[in-house]
Nanobody, 117 residues
Framework: VQLQASGGGMVQVGGSLRLSCAAS????????MGWYRQAPGKQRELVAD???????NYADSAKGRFTISRDNSKNTMYLQMTSLKPEDTAVYYC????????????WGQGTQVTVSS
């Protein structure tokens, strides 16, 4: 099972980016999917997550600017980020709770988001 994150890049303040995270491999089900980020010198922090039923949780820093969604038919999750700020600069990691022979947490490789002023 692999998670492949994509969509990062460099944007100016106020710009937008859309991150994607696709799960591949052989598994039975995906429960929670989410995005974390880690800025240089800081701990990894939750940005947003979404359950298989669509229940969403946002960090305060993401509320009103970021939108998380998922397409269960494609085993893919998205993070639409708008009104980006320099403090959003970080490596963004996706994760998912996936049922293979048992439930486990899987992480993507990270995608860099840089917001320049």
């Amino acid at each position: 099972v692999q998670l492949q994150a994509s969509g990062g890049g460099m944007v100016q303040v106020g710009g937008s980016l859309r991150l994607s995270c696709a799960a591949s491999g052989t598994f039975f089900s995906i429960n929670v999917m989410g995005w974390y980020r880690q800025a240089p010198g800081k701990q990894r922090e939750l940005v947003a997550d979404i359950t298989g039923a669509g229940t969403i949780n946002y960090a305060d820093s993401a509320k009103g600017r970021f939108t998380i969604s998922r397409d269960n038919s494609k085993n893919t999750m998205y993070l639409q980020m708008t009104s980006l700020k320099p403090e959003d600069t970080a490596v963004y990691y996706c994760y998912a709770d996936i049922l293979v022979t048992s439930w486990g947490a899987y992480w993507g490789q990270g995608t860099q988001v840089t917001v320049s002023s």
